[in-house]
C-alpha cells in the first residue's frame, strides 16, 4: 500500500530538520485525521518542516511526507480497510521497531488530542482504544520472553493498531462532518 517507506519518510524528516521522527510523525498525522476532516496536508508539514522554505533537500521532502498525508489519508477513508500504520520494516531490529511503535502511539495521542480540541462524550470504543495507544507507548521489549515470542506480541499489536485506529476513524465519523459531539 505505501510507495513511501518508513525509511524514507525518516530520510525526508532529517533532510528537512524536522523535529520528529518518522514514526511519531505519522502517529501524529493518524491521530489528526481521525478528528479532524479538515486537517490537511499544509498543517502536518507546517508542525513537521518549519524550516521548508527553498531549500532542495526540504522541498524533497515536502513532496515526500505530501505523499505520505494522501496515502493515509486515502487508507483511512476508503472501504477496503487497508490502512497500516507506518512503521520500520520486519528486518530492523524488534527493540528499534518496538520504540517506533511506542512513538507511533505518543504522536497519535498527540494528534488527536491537539486536533478534538474540547469535547467530551467520546464513545466508549474510542476512550478504549485511546487508553490502550496509552499503555502501548509505554511498550518495551520484554528481556524474559523468547525472541519469537516477543515479534508474535509486536506483531498482534501492530494488528491492534491498525484495526483500533480504523475503528477510531470509524466511530468519529459523525463528528468530522459537523454533527455535532464526538
Known amino acids: 500500500m ?21 514514526a ?20 502536518w508539514l507546517a508542525r513537521l518542516l518549519p524550516e521548508c522554505a527553498a531549500d532542495p533537500d526540504a522541498l524533497r521532502s515536502r513532496h515526500l511526507l505530501e505523499t505520505a498525508y494522501s496515502e493515509t489519508r486515502q487508507a483511512l477513508s476508503g ?3 487497508s490502512f497500516t500504520p507506518l512503521l520500520p520494516a520486519d528486518e530492523v531490529p ?31 470504543a474510542v476512550r478504549e482504544v485511546i487508553h490502550d495507544f496509552g499503555e502501548i507507548g509505554r511498550a518495551s521489549v520484554g528481556g524474559d520472553e523468547p525472541e519469537e515470542s516477543n515479534e508474535e ?11 483500533g485506529v480504523q475503528l477510531v476513524y470509524d466511530e468519529l465519523l459523525a463528528h468530522r462532518a459537523g454533527d455535532g459531539e464526538p
Open 153 to 163: 506480541s509486536y506483531a498482534e499489536v501492530v494488528e491492534y493498531l491498525r484495526a
Open 24 to 43: 511519531e510523525a505519522h502517529g501524529t498525522l493518524c491521530g489528526a485525521l481521525t478528528v479532524d476532516a479538515s486537517y490537511d496536508a499544509e498543517q
Open 2 to 22: 505505501w510507495t513511501v517507506t518508513f525509511e524514507e519518510l525518516e530520510g525526508a524528516l532529517a533532510a528537512g530538520s524536522a523535529p520528529v521522527a518518522a
Open 79 to 81: 472501504d477496503e480497510m
Open 94 to 124: 524488534l527493540e528499534q521497531r518496538v520504540a517506533a511503535l511506542a512513538a507511533w502511539c505518543g504522536g497519535f495521542l498527540y494528534g488527536f488530542g491537539s486536533s478534538l480540541g474540547p469535547a467530551a462524550g467520546l464513545p466508549e
